[in-house]
């Protein structure tokens, strides 16, 4: 046999196959070498350090275990990105959307509404707001505890769901003071993606699945719709934690199943309405959507990936993509970072157009009810009007209640807001009709709403007497509960001057 190199001889284009086949093969035996490489590194970040208990609470702890995705979950404390929509500022909403405090009339949402800011601050917020307070004056369910803590889960196991449920929100919250973390969607002897919270599993059981069937695709929704969806309390005493999906996951699917049921939020203190409550449907809005369709999960947009130091792991500082474009929107879509900016601005204007219309005609439809009962009306005439401004609120709330202002869905958002607008339109003609033939004055005097503070005086809430009220409990009661927290080494750890 002859030696290569009298072949290449002869042949010396087969010198040049042989250099880059051989080149080639060095570049691959590279690229698996790094790649074992690189899972090496990975599974070193899953082996822990120290052991975790069943229904460990505090994030810091994980956090030993974990730096890397700690370090960016404490970034949940940041409140300095707004885009012009939302991220994570602090906006009062009702002093932005005054028509609000009318629309909310008889509702604790009338006193206090503000942007959800980060993870971090869940347990401070709702301490905070004015929704929240007494048992006496605001007898809120340990219920209004569900999606806020990772003490939750630890809390439902001693005591059972619906002996949580059952509970008041004042008498847990020395118990209740991590806030949103690991243990809400991690399994702490394997990391799995896990449901921590009931009302997902049975919400889907009444479906006939069974969550163990999910892909970790799914899973990695999932998790955020623990509590990133609509709910109610079922039961008048028991305030059982209800997902409405019976009938599925749409506004008008979700409307059909509360009038079946004849559920009411809460009687609208000016109309008198049958009044509905959207809480924040992100994942309803989210499954009708194309990122849905697509398979896009919502880790995908608010959690994506990062490498530090060669490891490659999920950001855990859970915000608005708009705030990592590169990260998130552009790891599909190639069009520049400004591009892609401006597609998303350019659907939220067009949704907050719309929703802009449908508060300002609700806030005038409360207004033109009551004046209505104020001449005489009877039930039977107010009847079918009310029926139009349940229905009418609740397709607005759907939309307005989801964070984004209503991308996750677009198309199917401004739908919604149209059959919105379009039965508010209707009740407010249906009111006409009726001041019509019984002779009295239309159109009705409007009062001057064009402010929280005058909004919230004409449906005869005490703003100065509310906030003195909340001083006062944060004073006392928050202040116990911290000490009984510090006691038993449960309290918060202080992200913020330790870091």
């Known amino acids: ?18 250099f880059f086949a051989t080149a080639v093969v060095v570049f691959l035996v590279g690229l698996f070498a790094s790649s074992i490489i690189e899972r090496r590194s990975e599974t070193a970040t899953l082996q822990m350090i120290k052991p975790l208990k069943d229904w460990e609470p505090r994030n810091e702890v994980w956090g030993e275990n974990y730096p890397r995705e700690f370090e960016s979950y404490l970034k949940t404390l940041n409140t300095d990105y707004a885009s012009k929509h939302g991220g994570s500022k602090m906006i009062d909403y009702l002093e932005k959307y005054p028509e609000l405090v009318v629309m909310w009339a008889g509702y604790a949402f009338s006193k206090d509404y503000n942007q959800g800011r980060g993870h971090g601050y869940a347990i401070e917020d709702i301490k905070n707001t004015l929704r929240t307070g007494d048992n006496e004056v605001s007898p809120q369910p340990a219920t209004c505890w569900t999606c806020k803590s990772t003490d939750v889960p630890r809390k439902m196991n001693e005591m059972g769901a ?6 008041k929100w004042k008498d847990l919250g020395s118990e209740i003071v991590n806030p949103i973390g690991c243990q809400d969607c991690h399994d702490p002897k394997t990391m799995n993606l896990r449901i921590s919270r009931p009302a997902l599993v049975e919400a889907f059981q009444r479906q006939g699945k069974d969550m163990s069937e999910f892909s970790r695709q799914e899973m990695r929704s999932l998790v955020c719709a623990q509590c990133h969806v609509e709910y109610y309390f079922k039961g008048k005493e028991e305030k059982y ?67 530090e130091g060669g490891v490659k792991f999920t950001d855990h500082h859970i915000q608005s993509p708009l705030n990592n ?9 190639r069009e520049e970072t400004d ?14 157009e719309l929703r802009r219309m449908a508060e300002k005609s609700l806030a005038a439809v409360h207004i033109e009810a009551k004046t209505a009962w104020d001449n ?92 003195t009220g909340k001083e006062e409990f944060l004073k006392t009661t928050t202040v116990k509960w911290d000490e009984e927290a510090t006691k038993r080494q449960g309290f918060l750890y202080d992200y913020k001057s330790k870091n």
């Open 325 to 333: 474009i590169a990260n998130t929107c552009q790891v599909c879509h």
């Open 339 to 352: 591009r892609l900016m401006q597609d998303v601005y350019d659907r939220q204007d067009k949704i907050e």
């Open 1 to 18: 046999m002859k030696p290569i190199s009298e072949i290449t001889k002869n042949k010396p284009w087969l010198g040049w196959v042989l």
């Open 162 to 167: 619906a002996n949580f449920y059952k509970a």
């Open 241 to 307: 934690l209800t997902f409405p999906w019976d009938k599925g996951f749409s506004a008008d699917n979700m409307e059909e199943y509360f009038d079946e049921i004849e559920h009411v939020d809460w009687v609208h203190a000016l109309s008198k309405a049958p009044m509905l409550k959207a809480q924040h449907p992100d994942f309803e809005l989210f499954m009708t959507g194309i990122h849905a369709v697509r398979g896009v999960s919502c880790s995908d947009c608010h959690m994506p990936y990062k490498s």
């Open 376 to 467: 005489g009306a009877t039930e039977e005439q107010m009847k079918p009007i009310l029926k139009l401004i349940r229905h009418a609120q609740w397709r607005w709330d759907w939309v307005a209640a989801a964070n984004a202002l209503g991308f996750h869905a677009p198309v199917e958002a401004l739908r919604v807001l149209g059959t919105s607008i379009q039965k508010v339109e209707q009740a407010r003609r249906e009111i006409a009709i009726l001041f019509s033939k019984q002779g009295w004055k239309y159109p009705v005097d409007m009062p001057d709403i064009s402010t929280k503070e005058k909004a919230q005086k004409f449906i005869g809430l005490d703003i100065p007497k509310l906030k």
